[in-house]
């Protein structure tokens, strides 16, 4: 999985949960693992200030 932002390679642990929040090393972007299926993840960009955290 790549870095949305700047295509880096993102390490994502195979143990990666739905929430969890991983950093590129490049570019610094944090994102949250939204979705997981079997080794098919999707990434959204975690927000800074959010309203919603707990979900
Ligand atoms: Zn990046």
């Known amino acids: ?3 949305p ?3 880096g390679k993102l390490n994502i642990p195979d143990d990666a949960a739905v929430g969890e929040i991983i950093s590129c090393p490049d570019c610094g972007s944090d994102y949250e693992i939204s ?3 079997g080794s098919n993840i ?3 960009l975690a927000e800074k200030v959010g ?3 707990g979900e």
């Open 42 to 44: 999707e990434l959204k």
């Open 1 to 3: 999985m790549n870095c």
């Open 51 to 53: 309203e919603d955290w």
């Open 35 to 37: 979705k997981k299926d």
């Open 5 to 7: 932002e700047c295509d």
